[in-house]
């Protein structure tokens, strides 16, 4: 099936052009990425798929602004990333795009409410404020009563869930998600994602843009498209 319309646009939240990440190896130049044009609405829940290789994590951290490209653009909220200054992606990254990993990545000392209120202590949000949005998207993954847990007293699916509130907690018009379901078991897994795509299309008055880079075809059962890359290019879209 080709590219659907729900993802076209250039007032998509995620849109690329042209974009391509070359890369210098021993062997010679490496092109991880070849000219991709892709667009997220909205609401909308794309799957990136593909073989080891297939440039899947390379346009996550390009679309992340973690990686800069060799040409092309990408756009995140309508921001052409090549302008930005390095402190001007770093506000991106900690205000614009909430990031979900397979490792949760939390704050062994710090508890569940803690992890999730971190961006806004970082953003010097009153702690009233943070304390308050926190304690909200706890309850909004179903961790109200696990909120003083510490990580380690939490499940791996209890852990992920904190880690997607803390991508919310900024209220981002774009999520990125690099194997979510990878360190749980298959059933926790699309749960887990499930809640995720959940939140994205409903949570206040923002409709976010999900994309998740995964191996699990379980995971792209529930997307709204699945895109599919081979040696960085589209491989065709389903959904």
Do not use: C, Y
């Amino acid at each position: 099936m080709e590219e659907s319309e729900a993802g076209a646009g250039a007032g998509a939240p995620v849109r690329t052009e042209g974009l391509t990440r070359e890369f210098e190896t021993s062997e010679g130049p490496f092109r991880a990425l070849n000219g991709l044009d892709l667009a997220v609405a909205a609401g909308e829940f794309v799957v990136v798929m593909g073989p080891s290789g297939s440039g899947k994590t390379t346009l996550l951290n390009l679309l992340g602004a973690l990686d800069t490209p060799t040409a092309g653009e990408a756009w995140i909220g309508g921001v052409a990333l090549s302008g930005l200054t390095e402190r001007e992606r770093t506000s991106l990254r900690r205000t614009g795009v909430g990031f979900v990993f397979q490792q949760f990545n939390l704050v062994p000392h710090l508890s569940a409410m803690e992890n999730v209120a971190l961006p806004l202590v970082i953003d010097n949000r009153p702690r009233d404020e943070r304390m308050d949005r926190a304690r909200d998207l706890l309850g909004r993954v179903d961790l109200g009563a696990r909120a003083d847990a510490l990580p380690a007293t939490l499940s791996g699916g209890e852990q992920q869930r904190v880690a997607i509130a803390r991508a919310l907690v900024h209220e981002p018009a774009v999520v990125l998600a690099d194997e979510p379901t990878g360190n749980l078991d298959s059933a926790t897994g699309l749960d887990v994602v499930a809640l995720m795509a959940e939140l994205g299309r409903g949570d206040s008055d923002v409709e976010r843009a999900l994309v998740v880079v995964t191996h699990d075809e379980g995971v792209g059962a529930l997307a709204d498209r699945v895109v599919r890359l081979r040696d960085g290019r589209l491989d065709g879209a389903e959904g």
